[in-house]
């Protein structure tokens, strides 16, 4: 069975969004919630957190250095150094009971992120958007409940994307230069047993690793809808898992202590820390948004 570890001990209300940062062998990460976007150097335990004037769903890393955030008002460039946010833009401004949710930047360079029905949980009124590095922004997917799961296949052919509530894990052909999507497939729809999805990566082998946040744990799904692996976490509630350490081969997962109740928490008191497990196939990077 692999082991475990518990690297960090954040006690996040809800942990989520693991970025690897190879240059730094360092992994950021977001606390929902709290608002914050933090970093954690593995090999020391150092942290730091920039706090955020909104709620944060997602980042990413950019080429030209600091992150473009989804906040609850939309989508923005921030700059570490001075904890500047320049505004982009805010598709979705007319459903206000939404909110930013999942995101990550394919491996062409462009920063998709989607939303979430945050008042019900229930309302098919959440969309997923494709930020290009020139600014503009496009709505690529309409009807979802819970956006979530983004990965990409090693070659950037195939993008993974789930919708949560929805309970479903599909694949698209992707086009690296134009950045659309086509040929919508389901590849697995998990129950709650088995671990309804939530964020997700992806390996050298084209499997699929999905947070099971129903069910504590981590799921590996291979490319025709198998589940492949299943790894038990010491936690109520996974959110995320990427890939990062020299060797890529090093799994973090996020967690949240979000609703959770004061029985499961005694009985998993780690929840709302950050995990780590090694596995024998490497993860596949992401990249940096271009713009």
Same mark, same amino acid.
């Given at each position: ?6 690297? +960090? ?11 690897? %940062? ?5 992994? =950021? ?18 942290? *730091? ?31 570490? !150094? ?29 920063? @998709? ?15 997923? =958007?494709?930020? !290009? ?16 799961? +983004?990965? @990409? ?10 919708? %949560? ?9 992707? !086009? ?7 040929? *919508? ?12 999805? !939530? ?20 799921? *590996? ?11 038990? +976490? ?21 967690? +949240? ?35």
């Amino acid at each position: 069975m692999a082991e475990v570890r518990c690297i +960090l001990d954040a006690k996040a209300t809800l942990g989520e969004c693991p970025v690897w %940062s190879a240059e730094e062998q360092a992994l =950021y990460w977001v606390d929902i919630m709290a608002p914050a976007l933090n970093r954690l150097d593995p090999a020391t335990g150092a942290t *730091r957190s920039w706090p955020l004037p909104d709620t944060i769903g997602s980042f990413g890393l950019r080429e030209r250095g600091g992150a473009v955030v989804a906040l609850r008002n939309g989508l923005h460039l921030f700059d570490f !150094d001075t904890g500047r946010l320049t505004f982009l833009t805010h598709p979705g401004s007319d459903k206000p009971g939404n909110r930013f949710n999942d995101g990550k930047v394919s491996p062409d360079g462009r920063f @998709w992120a989607g939303t979430m029905d945050e008042e019900s949980l229930s309302r098919p009124s959440a969309a997923l =958007y494709r930020l !290009d590095p020139d600014g503009s922004c496009r709505r690529m997917i309409d009807g979802l409940i819970v956006s979530n799961g +983004l990965a @990409w296949s090693a070659n950037g052919r195939t993008m993974f994307h789930s919708d %949560s509530k929805g309970q479903r894990i599909c694949a698209y052909d992707y !086009d690296p230069e134009t950045g659309d999507i086509a040929n *919508r497939r389901i590849v697995a729809q998990p129950s709650e047993e088995i671990g309804r999805p !939530d964020g997700a990566a992806t390996d050298m082998e084209g499997c699929y690793w999905s947070a099971g946040i129903s069910a504590g744990v981590l799921n *590996r799904w291979t490319p025709d809808g198998k589940l492949d692996r299943q790894i038990p +976490l010491p936690c109520v509630a996974p959110t995320m898992p990427c890939f990062g350490g020299p060797d890529m081969r090093t799994v973090f997962v996020t967690s +949240l202590r979000h609703h959770a109740s004061d029985q499961k928490l005694a009985a998993k008191p780690l929840s709302g820390g950050i995990f780590a497990v090694e596995v024998e196939v490497p993860g596949v990077p992401v990249a940096k948004f271009k713009g």
